[in-house]
């Protein structure tokens, strides 16, 4: 597989990973749902939080292997701002 293909993969990934663990962060916000008039029939807390937890580490996971990826490109922009810094332009 392309590296192309497989970065867009991580960051679409990432995305979803996101959207999951933002998503059920802000529905176990305590109080938030009773404040709302809601319960959680429909997905008890449990499947709430698990829901979050994995994705909170499928992110953590792809976060990791997005900057493996990026390393060279993080390396040389990292010396290129602190030289700039260092000659003062």
Not at 31 to 58: C, P, Q, V
Not at 68 to 80: D, E, F, N, P, S
């Given at each position: 597989?392309?590296?192309?293909i497989i970065n867009?993969?991580?960051?679409?990934?990432?995305?979803?990973?996101?959207?999951?663990?933002?998503?059920?962060?802000?529905?176990?916000?305590?109080?938030?749902?009773?404040?709302?008039?809601?319960?959680?029939?429909?997905?008890?807390?449990?499947?709430?939080?698990?829901?979050?937890?994995?994705?909170?580490?499928?992110?953590?996971?792809?976060?990791?292997?997005?900057?493996?990826?990026?390393?060279?490109?993080?390396?040389?922009?990292?010396?290129?701002?602190?030289?700039?810094?260092?000659?003062?332009?």
């Amino acid at each position: 597989m392309k590296r192309t293909i497989i970065n867009y993969c991580i960051d679409i990934s990432l995305l979803v990973g996101a959207v999951f663990c933002g998503t059920t962060g802000i529905i176990k916000w305590p109080g938030l749902i009773a404040s709302l008039g809601l319960s959680y029939k429909t997905l008890s807390i449990a499947a709430i939080t698990g829901i979050h937890d994995w994705s909170g580490l499928l992110i953590v996971i792809l976060a990791v292997l997005h900057v493996l990826m990026h390393r060279k490109w993080l390396v040389v922009l990292t010396r290129q701002i602190f030289l700039q810094s260092e000659t003062g332009t």
